[in-house]
């Protein structure tokens, strides 16, 4: 029990003064149990005791108690582990199960993105458990590798979900194994945040420090509440200058969905496009490979990479090599030139808030709703798919509802 205390308080996870209570509800729980602090328990085990707890305590009591009965679990895990030999064997076992994860996840049509954020995590994984085999592991241990994201690294609660998500994904499809019982895992806090939203002036300040393709972008990304990889991976044929439609392919969730075109960016978006045809006319007589096709559209239509309804709206000026095939094409620019680009000028405008791409998706929203527009509708162009989420605007839009004034202005 020393250990524990000390843990909780290195580690701060509760307040020095209740360290005292997570250790009585942990020696209540053994004591309950007929067991010794050092022997293995079950779900059962802890289920029968806050039941038990139930008839004479509190909710908030019950909860405290759970919680130090799976931080203790977690703990006396990381003692087991550390007490492990360390199998030598392990990391040629672990690197085939990279292998397998990453075939599988191209077989499932997973964007590269999500091939390196899945890979990145069980790398993170194998080095919390580089002692054991992968094959050896159970849902307790991956709760304790949660639990060990939310207590020691303090993670977001949506960084602890994509974890599990990779995790998951890795046990299911490449080991083989059906997770069921979580439940002990220590949840990450769901923090609530407001958006930053600039207001209209602040909009056409940022603007007026921007030129050419960023700004193009920026207006895009602003008039058609687009996120950044979907404006950068923008083809042709998505834009619609008849109907001032723009199609949003595969995004988030791989949804499609269609957009408002700006009337105030088709004259720059033409001569845009103009530019990036003479790119495109020049790589067909250089003899570069066509663009990356989603899926197996390239194996279906194998020239279909170098028709120009297909080219993307926003080239790289420099050629690249595709990671997945080794071949030398031409991809679309990077998301962090413009990321870099929008904060210089956020600076240069005298902006006082933090702006990033994503500020100008938010404040798409937050205007369109400050115009009288229904929820549903920005909903649908945002492509939310829980009205829920889109009702954050309602929070950071100017309109008073309410018609409240402040007691110093009366």
Not at 191 to 219: H, S, W, Y
Request: charged content about 30%.
């Amino acid at each position: 029990m020393k250990r524990f205390k000390d843990y909780l308080i290195a580690k701060r996870i509760v307040p020095e003064k209740k360290v005292p209570y997570y250790i009585s509800w942990v020696s209540q729980f053994y004591a309950f149990c007929g067991k010794e602090t050092n022997d293995d328990v079950s779900s059962a085990d802890i289920e029968k005791f806050l039941k038990h707890l139930g008839k004479s305590c509190e909710e908030w009591q019950i909860k405290q108690a759970k919680e130090a009965i799976d931080l203790y679990i977690f703990i006396s895990h990381q003692a087991f582990l550390s007490k492990t030999n360390r199998d030598m064997e392990s990391h040629s076992i672990w690197k085939s199960v990279a292998e397998e994860t990453v075939r599988m996840l191209r077989l499932k049509h997973r964007s590269f993105s999500t091939e390196k954020t899945y890979i990145g995590w069980l790398r993170d994984f194998y080095r919390f458990f580089k002692t054991m085999s992968p094959y050896s592991l159970n849902e307790t241990h991956i709760r304790d590798y949660l639990t060990h994201l939310a207590v020691d690294r303090k993670v977001a609660a949506a960084t602890q979900n994509q974890a599990f998500n990779a995790i998951l994904f890795v046990f299911r499809h490449v080991l083989g194994k059906d997770i069921q019982n979580l439940h002990g895992t220590i949840r990450a806090q769901q923090k609530r945040r407001l958006p930053v939203v600039l207001t209209k002036q602040e909009i056409f300040r940022l603007f007026d420090q921007l030129k050419g393709r960023n700004l193009l972008m920026a207006q895009i990304i602003y008039g058609c509440g687009l996120r950044l990889n979907e404006c950068v991976k923008l083809r042709v044929k998505d834009i619609d200058f008849e109907q001032n439609i723009l199609t949003v392919r595969s995004g988030k969730g791989d949804k499609d969905r269609q957009t408002i075109l700006p009337e105030s960016v088709k004259n720059e978006l033409r001569e845009h496009l103009h530019e990036v045809r003479e790119l495109y006319e020049k790589d067909r007589e250089d003899g570069i490979e066509g663009v990356w096709l989603p899926d197996a559209l390239e194996k279906k239509y194998p020239n279909a990479g170098k028709e120009w309804i297909w080219q993307w709206v926003f080239p790289s000026r420099s050629l690249s090599v595709d990671p997945r095939v080794r071949k030398i094409r031409r991809h679309h620019v990077h998301h962090n030139t413009l990321q870099k680009m929008i904060r210089q000028a956020a600076v240069k405008a005298g902006l006082t808030k933090k702006v990033t791409v994503h500020t100008l998706r938010h404040s798409f929203a937050t205007h369109l709703l400050e115009k009288g527009y229904d929820i549903r509708t920005i909903q649908e162009l945002l492509g939310h798919s829980n009205v829920q989420t889109t009702m954050i605007y309602t929070h950071v839009a100017s309109k008073n509802k309410l018609g409240v004034k402040s007691p110093l202005d009366l």
